[in-house]
Nanobody
Framework: QVQLVESGGGLVQTGDDLRLSCEIS????????MGWFRQALGKEREVVAT????????FYADFAKDRFTISKDNFKNTGFLRMNVLKPEDTAVYYC??????????????????WGQGTQVSVSS
């Protein structure tokens, strides 16, 4: 069973930066595509960013472009989401997700097979 564990969330102020981490239990992380999603209170889960298993392709939601960066370190079996200039509307539970391989870049939650438990990010104004 593939397990994902997020970390790095917390309470920050508007304009601060955070880096979320997602450690995967698989030693062959190089074979996994990864995504970050978020769900704010009372809202549906939405995609933040995704990266292909090879790392050569990425997708960003419009709100994440220019502020967020997704990456994966295959040697550390860990994925990252760097978030800069955080805003109060970024407040949500952030989830990482993974799936093995994939011929096309995954961008929907239904494209992913494995999920972490989530980490809370709260941005105060």
């Amino acid at each position: 069973q593939v397990q994902l564990v997020e970390s790095g969330g917390g309470l920050v102020q508007t304009g601060d930066d955070l880096r979320l981490s997602c450690e995967i239990s698989e030693r062959t992380f190089a074979n996994y595509a990864m995504g970050w999603f978020r769900q704010a209170l009372g809202k549906e889960r939405e995609v933040v960013a995704t990266i292909s298993w090879g790392g050569g392709q990425t997708f960003y939601a419009d709100f994440a472009k220019d502020r967020f960066t997704i990456s994966k370190d295959n040697f550390k079996n860990t994925g990252f989401l760097r978030m800069n200039v955080l805003k109060p509307e970024d407040t949500a539970v952030y989830y990482c997700a993974a799936r093995k391989y994939g011929a096309t870049l995954a961008v929907r939650s239904s494209d992913f097979d494995y999920w972490g438990q989530g980490t809370q990010v709260s941005v105060s104004s």
